[in-house]
């Protein structure tokens, strides 16, 4: 497919639903003026619908969150030792019982065809053709068995519990037969506040791109409330996971699993989730799903001695953008 994937393009279902004629179509080269990762930000405004870019941009809420991880990353040096012998350095990483030749890997981001024509489907591509681990979204616009078939031997399937637990071990079981190496579950995202900055341009996300992974499955019926219940606790928190959900997921599969936890050592556990939880990944995810949260702090290695820590640096374009949870997949941001 030559070199597509590399470039951000705009979605034909986009085009036809806001009537742009102004973007450019999507490219197949790298242009020359290309130096650096931040450099497809400033190129995507030329390819992508300013509605569509604020929304994957964009932050939760007020993006206070964002800024404050922005800042937290930017904070981040690296500190030189001199005078050491590098002739057998390399930046490869042994991480759950494979090697890679780097530790950079594509995280789970939602709707890909906002971006481009094949959505995830060339995402995979260039992860493939990087030797990069790709992190496929259950809220992927394409299926995740066909991502599988694109992306390279390491690659991750991100999680969301379904109200139905069946409706979850499908899920499951669909990313174990597809080859997928390892499951990622999300667990700090049950309510989304919507991106103010995605509203305030009229973003509605077009008919034509779906969570199609999860089409088979009905629709959660509307939870009833008693006038004395809360719209947040009793309704949108009710099918919140637990440590009794995790305990579940881990004795239902065989892939290892890499729980996206929120950004806080002091979350406490109980001996049966010490027992089972095999890795914790510690993200900016809660840039995009909550306003109001603290920055990423260093991780104490004193609070997570039983855990090994993935620490996931995405860069600015990923930390910025935003994923759905559960409640809010059957109908995206309006």
């Given at each position: 497919m030559g070199e597509a994937w590399f470039l951000p393009g705009i979605s034909l279902a986009y085009i036809e639903m806001n009537d742009t004629t102004d973007l450019l179509a999507a490219l197949n080269h790298i242009p020359a003026d290309i130096h650096c990762a931040q450099d497809y930000e400033r190129l995507a405004r030329k390819h992508i619908d300013p509605r569509a870019l604020a929304y994957i941009d964009g932050g939760s809420g007020t993006e206070s969150t964002l800024h404050a991880n922005r800042a937290a990353f930017s904070a981040c040096t690296i500190l030189p030792r001199l005078l050491r012998d590098l002739s057998a350095g390399h930046t490869r990483l042994r991480l759950l019982g494979h090697t890679h030749p780097h530790p950079v890997m594509l995280a789970p981001v939602a709707f890909h065809k906002l971006a481009h024509p094949e959505g995830e489907l060339a995402s995979a591509s260039g992860a493939a053709a990087m030797d990069t681990c790709m992190v496929c979204s259950t809220l992927s616009s394409v299926r995740l068995e066909d991502v599988a078939e694109r992306a390279g031997a390491q690659k991750w399937f991100q999680l969301y519990f379904?109200?139905?637990?069946e409706h979850t071990l499908d899920l499951v079981r669909r990313a174990e037969r597809a080859g997928f190496t390892a499951l990622v579950v999300t667990l700090d995202t049950s309510i989304q506040a919507p991106s103010i900055r995605a509203?305030?341009?009229?973003?509605?996300?077009?008919?034509?791109?779906q969570p199609v992974n999860l089409a088979a499955y009905p629709a959660p019926a509307q939870v009833r409330l008693d006038r004395n219940q809360s719209i947040i606790f009793q309704g949108m928190?009710?099918?919140a996971p637990t440590w009794a959900d995790l305990a579940w997921l881990l004795a239902h599969t065989t892939l290892?699993?890499?729980?996206?936890?929120?950004s806080t050592p002091r979350t406490p556990l109980s001996s049966a989730a010490r027992e089972w939880l095999r890795w914790s990944s510690r993200t900016t995810a809660g840039a995009a799903s909550m306003a109001c949260r603290p920055a990423l702090p260093p991780c104490r290695r004193s609070a997570v001695r039983w855990v090994r820590t993935i620490r996931c640096c995405s860069t600015a374009a990923f930390a910025a953008a935003p994923t759905?949870?559960?409640h809010s997949h059957w109908a995206p941001t309006q």
């Open positions: 379904q109200p139905r637990r509203r305030h341009t009229g973003f509605v996300m077009p008919p034509a791109i928190m009710s099918e290892p699993v890499v729980v996206r936890v929120c759905s949870s559960r």
